[in-house]
């Protein structure tokens, strides 16, 4: 049982981010609509989740070169901040978001089990049918709903800020192929500047799954530095669905 545990809590980047089979709490977004899904002054819907056995990231509002900005603080700490939505396929188009590093973690290798930490993380969780998923990938989200009360999404995206590999590379998480992370920025070299990205999630999803995406179901925010035991300073600016 401890095993199990242990699985779970290092799962639980997916498995507590949204609850898949509940829509009474998600915000239905039309397609004609461009959404800002977070922003420094208007928090509203997002919440911030502990991790099971995991020391708490500091999440605040902070002021960086004059603007409001969400700081992320991480020492040997995972947590993250998420928001329920619903967002149909056919409406899926380009997400914008912004950050800012201070430094990297010399250690981290998201591609290995024991190193998988990331100064930022964008989240994305999505839909689908789970009777595709693989005998593996059943026990995995079975066993989530059963200690978490939320099951696994169907499929969960990452754009990260990697150390070493190329930007659009894609990584596969060591413990589920249900969690695939593309790298958006690699390497030192534009520490310590805002930078500003706009990717289209559907051509992102293909790329690292071969399959259409379904139904954006979630949207995260995640720095983490537990693996690595080392501390951590980002900034995040606001997210938005064009």
């Known amino acids: 049982m401890v095993?199990?545990?242990?699985?779970?809590a290092s799962l639980a980047t997916t498995s507590l981010l949204f609850g898949c089979s509940s829509l009474q709490n998600e915000k239905i977004v039309s397609?004609?609509?461009?959404?800002?899904?977070?922003q420094p002054e208007a928090q509203l819907g997002w919440e911030q989740v502990k991790l099971p056995g995991k020391r708490e990231t500091k999440y605040s509002l902070a002021s960086l070169n004059g603007q409001n900005r969400l700081s992320a603080n991480a020492q040997s700490?995972?947590?993250?901040?998420r928001k329920n939505i619903r967002i149909e396929p056919h409406a899926l188009n380009n997400v914008l978001?912004?950050?800012?590093?201070?430094?990297?973690?010399?250690?981290?290798d998201m591609a290995k089990r024991d190193h998988d930490d990331s100064p930022v993380r964008l989240i994305l969780a999505f839909d689908g049918d789970r009777r595709n998923f693989s005998m593996k990938n059943a026990m995995l989200s079975e066993l989530s709903l059963a200690i978490t009360g939320e099951p696994m999404p169907y499929a969960t995206l990452m754009y990260v800020w990697c150390n070493q590999r190329p930007v659009n590379a894609v990584i596969q998480n060591p413990r589920t192929d249900r969690i695939r992370k593309i790298v958006v920025e690699s390497g030192p070299d534009r520490l310590n500047q805002w930078l500003m990205y706009e990717r289209d999630?559907?051509?992102?999803?293909?790329n690292a799954f071969?399959?259409?995406p379904g139904a954006l179901i979630g949207i995260g925010l995640m720095t983490d530095s537990d693996n690595t035991q080392s501390h951590i300073q980002s900034w995040y600016g606001a997210i938005q669905l064009n």
């Open 3 to 8: 095993t199990k545990l242990i699985l779970v």
């Open 31 to 38: 397609p004609q609509t461009s959404n800002l899904f977070w």
């Open 77 to 81: 700490s995972a947590s993250m901040l």
């Open 97 to 108: 978001f912004s950050w800012q590093v201070s430094e990297l973690m010399a250690n981290a």
């Open 201 to 206: 999630i559907k051509k992102d999803y293909e």
């Open 210 to 212: 071969g399959e259409p």
